[in-house]
């Protein structure tokens, strides 16, 4: 049989199993298409050049072009990189857009870089694989510390180097440079309208409480919106802390509190251990950095649902942990796909020259975001699964569709 080097596969391979996909589909979808590194050198306000070491992953494009973020981080890595593509594969999948999966990364602290170093390591990153992107081909977005900025001076150097105008090929922009209105709300907007439509699903009463781990930007959006739907938030944390208030935090003066303080620390009572997973809550929202809950902390999760806005915030073995324990696990494929689904949006647009409006823009993502939760839980109940089984099925099934139309072993062997 083989098998992925990744642990993410694995819930690849329980999907192809239940469904009892085809040899052919499994060992296609088991290794990546396509990984590159490069060293990006870059000339330093000093005069010296540094190299920074940088990743490209290409898991899947039988759907399309590739579509996934570049990450700045300094623990980045080739084996995380391909993990997260793998994701975005299934992601673009089970959303129904017409991408692959991809995913890139740069090991660095930008917090380390001048503004003038930072633009020459985005435009470095993009010269190094110019052969490998583009709007057909390979579609970075934002991710970890790359702003717009960064994808504005990406998408600036990959159009100078294809020698267009046309910016499809890097999505995230400032609006004013081709990006999509929006864009900045759709994780954390998308996560809200999936956790609203799963709250049958997931045994959610009026006023349940959220406690939120990552307070940035999908964090505080979702924050907000689930607020204006009657939730309750119990508890927040950024890197500076965490904080609790059984009588509810308003996200608005949370983050007026974060932008004077610099943290959250202070703004309410510590969780217990500073340990939000210990928060008294009906959902806990990882939304910052992957592997928060494992197979070692999964015990501690108090709150009976777990909505993954970070990608991987569980690893397979803290996800199933929870979900042994009875705990609902809404998978970050689903949670938060809201991102590329505008991001889809905005290449659309820049590939047909027409303009989307705030109000359409948010018409497709509440629809799509809706549709897909629907979808997950009714496979969930049909198959009395978790709901990340669900979603994986639903993805593996689109992916197989597209692959075997090309052909399956009984086809070459009559
Ligand atoms: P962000 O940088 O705006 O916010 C991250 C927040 O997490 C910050 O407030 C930071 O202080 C906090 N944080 C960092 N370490 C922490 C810790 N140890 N404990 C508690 N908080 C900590 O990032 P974002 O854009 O909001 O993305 C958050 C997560 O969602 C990431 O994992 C990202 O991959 C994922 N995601 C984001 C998008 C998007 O469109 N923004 C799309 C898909 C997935």
Known sequence: MGSSDLDVCAYFERAAEAL????????????????????????????AIRTFPAWRTVYSNALGPAKGGIRFHPSVNADEVATLSFLMTFKTSLAGLPFGGGKGGVAVNPRDLTSHELERLARGYVRALRYDLGEGRDIPAPDVNTNGTVLA????????????????????????????????????????????????HLGLGDKAALAIQGFGNAGAQFARDMVAEGYVITGLSDSSGSVVSRDGIDPVEAETYKREHGGLKGFADPAPDDDLRQADCDVLVPAA?????????????????????????????G????????????????????????????????????????????ADLDAR?????????????????????????????RLAD???????????NE
Request: glycine share 10%; net charge negative.
């Open 20 to 47: 009892s996909l085809s040899d052919d589909v499994r060992e296609i979808l088991r290794h990546p298409t396509r990984s590159v590194a490069a060293s990006i050198k870059v000339r330093m306000s000093s005069g």
């Open 153 to 200: 001076w990406m998408a600036d150097e990959l159009a100078a180097l294809e020698g267009t105008a046309r910016t499809a090929g890097i999505t995230g922009k400032p609006v004013s440079l081709g990006g999509i209105e929006g864009r900045a709300e759709a994780t954390g907007r998308g996560a809200a309208k999936v956790v609203h439509t799963l709250r049958d």
């Open 289 to 317: 950095l992957g592997g928060w809950i494992d197979g070692d902390n999964a015990a501690r999760v108090a709150a009976g649902a777990v909505v993954e806005i970070s990608n991987q915030a569980c690893t397979v073995s």
């Open 319 to 362: 996800g199933d942990a929870l979900e042994d324990r009875g705990i609902h696990v809404v998978p970050d494929i689903l949670a938060n796909a809201g991102g590329v689904s505008v991001s889809y949006l905005e290449w659309a647009q820049n590939l047909s020259g027409m303009q989307m409006s705030r109000d359409e823009v948010f």
């Open 369 to 397: 975001m809706v549709r897909i939760a629907k979808a997950v839980a009714q496979r969930a109940d049909e198959d009395s699964t978790g709901l990340r089984d669900a979603a994986y099925r639903i993805a593996a099934l």
């Open 402 to 412: 597209a692959l075997e139309a090309m052909g399956t072993q009984r086809l070459f």
